[in-house]
């Protein structure tokens, strides 16, 4: 983990923030008097947690079982894919992003510095299987964000000498994959969520939430020069980009390698 990630987090322990309600980072509010905090990722009503010094629950069950500050699953939903195979606009938007590949990848490790060209290469997989290229309306500076989305749970490496995982998600803006590119979509807030090393299930729950913090998309990567790759990671990618084959195993995307 890069010493800026881990400063952004030194202030907090290994406490957790989800078991006991959790901080409320931008709340939304509601309109007219009396409105109170809304959750600024699920979007679901608040309510104080009494002497916990400002912690806060859902005040629905269903919105406390599934926000991803909240929420004791350890397979938190992500945006979902909906959309049927277009060959034509597959083959040309798949195309425009592997010409754009590294700086893609580049934003990604930006947001998560532990990302590799390998993990990268089965989120591109994965995408292929979901029929990502066919959305017309996709934004290709919007992927890096979205591929991070996909990702699930990543090892971010230590802090002060105990394992620390990352995971990212949008706002309830964004339920369907097609919801980015629409116009409340365009406005979404992104978000990096940082946990402790889960203790009784196979990746983190709310119960090991350390931090999180909203992310700034880079909508101008693609205008910039393409970043320095070491070779290993260029010949990698590279075999994977012109075999065209799917990965094997794509749930390999979406899990801890």
Not at 92 to 120: C, D, G, K, L, S
Request: aromatic share 12%; glycine share 8%.
């Amino acid at each position: 983990m890069d010493d800026s990630f881990a400063q952004r987090a030194h202030a907090f322990d290994d406490g957790s923030i989800g078991a006991d309600g959790f901080v409320v980072v931008g709340a939304r509010y509601g309109l007219g008097p009396g409105a109170g905090p809304h959750c600024p990722i699920c979007f679901g009503e608040l309510t104080p947690v009494a002497g916990s010094g400002g912690r806060f629950r859902h005040c629905d069950e269903d919105d406390e079982a599934r926000c991803a500050l909240s929420t004791y699953s350890y397979q938190p939903e992500a945006p979902r894919f909906h959309r049927m195979r277009d060959p034509v606009l597959e083959r040309e938007q798949r195309r425009v992003f592997i010409e754009n590949w590294p700086r893609h990848y580049q934003a990604m490790r930006r947001a998560a510095p532990t990302m590799t060209v390998r993990r990268f290469s089965y989120l591109v997989g994965y995408a292929d299987v979901m029929n990502l290229w066919s959305y017309p309306a996709l934004e290709q500076h919007d992927l890096p964000y979205l591929l991070l989305t996909q990702a699930q749970f990543m090892r971010a490496g230590a802090m002060g000498g105990k394992p620390v995982w990352v995971r990212f998600c949008f706002d309830a803006t964004v339920r369907d994959v097609g919801d980015l590119w629409t116009q409340q979509g365009a406005h979404a807030r992104f978000f990096r969520m940082m946990y402790s090393a889960p203790r009784d299930t196979p990746f983190p729950t709310a119960k090991e939430l350390i931090h999180y913090e909203t992310v700034r998309r880079d909508t101008s990567f693609l205008e910039t020069a393409p970043p320095w790759i070491k070779r290993a990671d260029m010949k990698e990618f590279e075999r994977f980009a012109i075999a065209g084959a799917l990965p094997a195993d794509v749930q390999r995307a979406t899990g801890t390698l």
